[in-house]
């Protein structure tokens, strides 16, 4: 079984690293930690390093628990959710773990929710971490 981390460095994403160690200890799984942007031209080169060094983190967090661990940068143009339901779906993903941030109906209607999008589209089950 693999499971997805969405991995954006909140507070919320380092729980969903969390948890997705405990249920790769649990389902004897791979993590696969995916960090989502949608440009990366070179006056994004400071948020390419710093989603750079979070994956490096996360990666060291699996690595620590001898929990096998691959991670992504995606930079494909598309929002954050459908970068993680298109990784989901072009690698067999069993399990999507994602950080929920609090927000407003309002808000969500305005900014769009990443976690909501991806609980709506992927085939696979998605769990949900504060």
């Known amino acids: 079984m693999k499971i997805l981390v969405g991995y954006d460095g909140t507070n919320s994403a380092k729980e969903a690293l969390n948890?997705?160690?405990?249920?790769?200890?649990?389902?004897?799984?791979?993590?696969?930690v995916v960090t989502s942007m949608?440009?990366?031209?070179?006056?994004?080169?400071q948020e390419i390093e710093q989603a750079e060094r979070g994956l490096e983190y996360a990666k060291s967090l699996f690595e620590e628990a001898d929990i096998a661990c691959n991670?992504?940068?995606?930079i494909r143009g598309l929002s954050a959710g459908e970068d993680l339901v298109e990784f989901a779906n072009e690698n067999q993903i069993g399990q999507i773990i994602v950080g929920v941030k609090r927000r407003s109906k309002v808000g969500k209607l305005l900014m769009?929710?990443?976690?909501?999008?991806v609980i709506l589209q992927a085939d696979c089950p998605v769990v949900t971490v504060k």
Do not use: D
């Open 112 to 117: 769009g929710s990443t976690a909501q999008y």
């Open 19 to 32: 948890l997705a160690k405990s249920h790769a200890k649990a389902f004897g799984a791979s993590i696969q």
């Open 71 to 74: 991670t992504h940068l995606l």
């Open 38 to 45: 949608q440009k990366g031209t070179e006056s994004e080169r």
